[in-house]
């Protein structure tokens, strides 16, 4: 079992930038990933990483302005780091763990998810 901790949401001017932690309960050897959720949209995928921070993946949305990567001082904490963000990423963003499969992400475990809203 895995729980995952988020943490780093809030508001932001368009253009700023936010920097949003998950925080894993213990070491695993599966993929971290974050994803996103607007009102009155589904989930989406934002970026993955691998355990050991050597493999990401990016939504075409984010790519060019947002880096997952592993904070190697704290081996079980996930970063994205969100620059020139828009109003179109206000969203509750959601850590998560889990496998790949089928080239996708078969996602095991969840976090509470944190608020991230961008003002125009």
């Known amino acids: 079992q895995v729980h995952l901790v988020e943490s780093g949401g809030g508001l932001v001017q368009a253009g700023g930038t936010l920097r949003l932690s998950c925080a894993a309960s213990?070491?695993?050897?599966?993929?971290y990933a974050w994803f996103r959720q607007a009102p009155g949209k589904e989930r989406e995928f934002v970026a993955r990483i691998n355990w050991s921070g050597s493999n990401t993946y990016y939504a075409d949305s984010v790519k060019g302005r947002f880096t997952i990567s592993r904070d190697n001082a704290k081996n079980t904490v996930y970063l994205l780091q969100m620059n020139s963000l828009k109003p179109e990423d206000t969203a509750v963003y959601y850590c998560a763990a889990g496998r790949r499969k089928d080239g996708g992400l078969e996602v095991d475990y969840w976090g509470q998810g944190t608020q991230v809203t961008v003002s125009s």
């Open positions: 213990t070491r695993a050897f599966i993929t």
